[in-house]
């Protein structure tokens, strides 16, 4: 019912920049929250940040004052800035969504089939 696409992720040098962009579609009638998650190798997925309904954000300290969350102008897409980027960066970076399905009251979390973002020199 609700389908995200992912893209941005790759390979980039110790204190390089990437910008990550996910874009839900389907049954949606509203968007509650939309957030980035992480996994690197032999650890378990962790929470990055997340922007609710009103544009409210919120950050891991790990990342804050270097990664940025967004939504475009149609709100039904969220970008991460991801700046001064280190080795630990390094992961699988998934998107996830919190939805209310159109033509009925139910929410529903969706994630995105995640992008791999390397940082290394």
């Known amino acids: 019912q609700v389908q995200l696409v992912e893209s941005g992720g790759g390979l980039v040098q110790p204190g390089g920049s990437l910008r990550l962009s996910c874009a839900a579609s389907g049954s949606i009638f509203s968007i509650r929250t939309m957030g980035w998650y992480r996994q690197a190798p032999g650890k378990q997925r962790e929470y990055v940040a997340a922007?609710?309904?009103?544009?409210?954000?919120n950050y891991a300290d790990s990342v804050k004052g270097r990664f940025t969350i967004s939504r475009d102008n149609t709100k039904s897409g969220v970008y991460l800035q991801m700046n001064s980027l280190r080795p630990e960066d390094t992961a699988v970076y998934y998107c996830?969504?919190?939805?209310?399905?159109?033509?009925?009251?139910?929410?529903?979390?969706?994630w995105g089939q995640g992008t791999l973002v390397t940082v290394s020199s």
């Open positions: 996830h969504v919190e939805v209310v399905v159109a033509g009925t009251h139910n929410a529903l979390a969706a």
């Open positions: 922007i609710i309904s009103g544009d409210s954000t």
